[in-house]
């Protein structure tokens, strides 16, 4: 992997500034361990708070209009995510695709909102269990990101991809390593394919869905895996360093 592994909180809609002493708890964390590089994408509310505090986690958000300005009532655009100190959004989270009936075009025009505010982009993929129970999961996970993939030539630099299937994500259960390993080799390929292996080789692909301190060492210990996007694991600074530990000691894997 040319990179450190890259650990990302999500804490979805969760956190009110009581939860600030967590954020604070992991920077000290991400100071101590940093063959890691650790970031967290908490909710809109607090990401100018934790900008303000944090000396070296990345800030994120977990989301972002398409849109540049104007009558959205309630939505928050690229530009004002990055203006409150976000340096990555997270894009296409299952969780939106569900919840907000995001498709494929939708995330693409929000991708392409990022990237000119400047923004790094986590772009999210992964089948329901019934596509996998079914065998179809590589070929809807590619047909995803095929779908969303931003044409850009610093994709090295921009773009990392998360792994999460959507029966993992806050089920307790995780995909077996040999599945694991098998999709992020296919996406590794669709990356060669569409950046070239040498941008190729700079995008991460995280693991998500049930990541924890107990199962973190052997999941990021695959080859391709280059990081985890932890959803509950992150929400307490104890957790999330468990998770962080074991990424900082399997960096040389
Ligand atoms: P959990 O770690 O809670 O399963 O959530 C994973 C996730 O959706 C991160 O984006």
């Known amino acids: 992997m040319a990179e450190r592994p ?10 009110t500034r009581a939860m600030l002493s967590e954020a604070r708890a992991i920077d000290r964390a991400a100071q101590r361990y940093m063959r890691a590089e650790v970031a967290i994408a908490p909710p809109y509310t607090l990401i100018h708070a934790v900008h303000r505090e944090a000396e070296q986690i990345g800030i994120g958000a977990q989301d972002c209009h398409a849109g540049e300005d104007g009558a959205h009532t309630g939505d928050i655009s690229a530009t004002m995510v990055a203006d409150a100190g976000a340096k990555f959004v997270i894009l296409g989270h299952s969780e939106r ?5 995001e498709s ?3 995330i693409n025009d929000k991708i392409a909102s990022a990237l000119d505010a400047g923004l790094r982009i986590i772009l999210c993929c992964g089948e329901s269990l019934e596509t996998r ?15 969303s993939l931003p044409r850009i030539d610093d994709a090295g630099e921009r773009l990392t991809v998360a792994y999460e299937p959507v029966w993992a994500i806050g089920t307790g259960k995780t995909a077996t390593t040999k599945d694991i390993e098998a999709m992020h080799n296919a996406i590794r390929g669709l990356l060669d394919d569409t950046y070239g292996k040498e941008q190729s080789e700079n995008v991460r692909i995280l693991y998500g869905g ?10 990021l210990s695959i080859a391709e895996v280059g990081g985890a996007l932890v959803g509950g694991a992150s ?19």
């Open 6 to 15: 890259y650990i990302v909180g999500n804490w979805k809609m969760n956190g």
């Open 97 to 101: 695709r569900a919840d907000h009936k």
């Open 104 to 106: 494929n075009a939708l």
């Open 133 to 147: 129970e079914k065998g179809g999961a590589e070929e809807f996970v590619l047909k995803q990101l095929k779908a």
């Open 210 to 219: 049930s990541v924890k301190p107990d199962n973190a060492r052997e999941i």
């Open 235 to 253: 929400l307490s600074a104890e957790s999330f360093l468990g998770i962080v530990v074991a990424a900082s000691e399997t960096e040389e894997a």
